[in-house]
């Protein structure tokens, strides 16, 4: 059974900088896309960042280019998110995602997520 664990998030201040994680086990995930997701209750969910299939291709949301890098360890079947300069409309429930083989990462369906991971940016 695939299982995607995510670190803890957390409480940091505007200005500050927070490295979020995500480790898949239970398959193989070679060949697929990962990304992170953000939500907030009654709101769609919002499509942060994703790299590709190959690992060739990185996708932003506006909202957070420049700021946010999302990189994967192969190796450990891991992706992590740095966060950097947050701002308090950064707050949210972040998700980590994998989808399905060989799926561009932008409009691949997802299968498969993390439980979420609080993150507070404070004034």
């Known amino acids: 059974q695939v299982q995607l664990v995510e670190s803890a998030g957390g409480l940091v201040q505007a200005g500050g900088s927070l490295r979020l994680s995500c480790a898949a086990s239970?398959?193989?995930?070679?060949?697929?896309?990962w990304a992170w997701f953000r939500q907030t209750p009654g709101r769609e969910r919002e499509l942060v960042a994703a790299v590709g299939w190959s690992g060739d291709t990185t996708y932003y949301a506006d909202s957070v280019k420049g700021r946010f890098t999302i990189f994967r360890d192969t190796a450990k079947n891991t992706v992590y998110l740095q966060m950097n300069s947050l701002k308090p409309e950064d707050t949210d429930v972040y998700y980590c995602a994998i989808g399905r083989s060989f799926c561009g990462e932008r409009s691949c369906p997802y299968e498969h997520w993390g439980q979420g991971t609080q993150v507070t940016v404070s004034l």
């Open positions: 239970g398959g193989t995930f070679n060949n697929r896309p």
